[in-house]
Nanobody
Framework: QLQASGGGLVQAGDSLRLGCEAS????????MGWFRQAPGKERMFIAG????????SYADSVKGRFTISRDNVKGTIYLQMNSLKPEDTADYYC?????????????????WGQGTLVTVSS
């Protein structure tokens, strides 16, 4: 089970940190990812991190502004979002995919948290 938190209303240029807590004892066996879905659009990959935390991948749209991290002791992942833009407005979802790599496809993820809404005003 995944529980996402940290969304809210911010202004352009602000920062926000999302968190996602996972239950279960095999957290380190899972690639974790963040996706987002804007109204009327498909759910998109934003960032992923492998089980050990040594590998990370980002969508071009957030590279250099967003940072994904994980704490395997706490069973939690984070998404630090800096220099937010109005086009970052969306529901943000965390997800887990069992495996050694980093997965960018929605279909690779078996477990999903509920969305947390991020709204960036101009």
């Amino acid at each position: 089970q995944l529980q996402a938190s940290g969304g809210g209303l911010v202004q352009a240029g602000d920062s926000l940190r999302l968190g996602c807590e996972a239950s279960g004892r095999t957290f380190g066996d899972y690639c974790m990812g963040w996706f987002r879905q804007a109204p009327g659009k498909e759910r998109m990959f934003i960032a992923g991190i492998n089980g050990s935390g040594g590998l990370k991948s980002y969508a071009d749209s957030v590279k250099g502004r967003f940072t994904i991290s994980r704490d395997n002791v706490k069973g939690t992942i984070y998404l630090q979002m800096n220099s937010l833009k109005p086009e970052d407005t969306a529901d943000y979802y965390c997800a887990a995919a069992r495996g050694l790599g980093i997965y960018r496809n929605v279909l690779d993820y078996s477990y999903w948290g509920q969305g947390t809404l991020v709204t960036v005003s101009s």
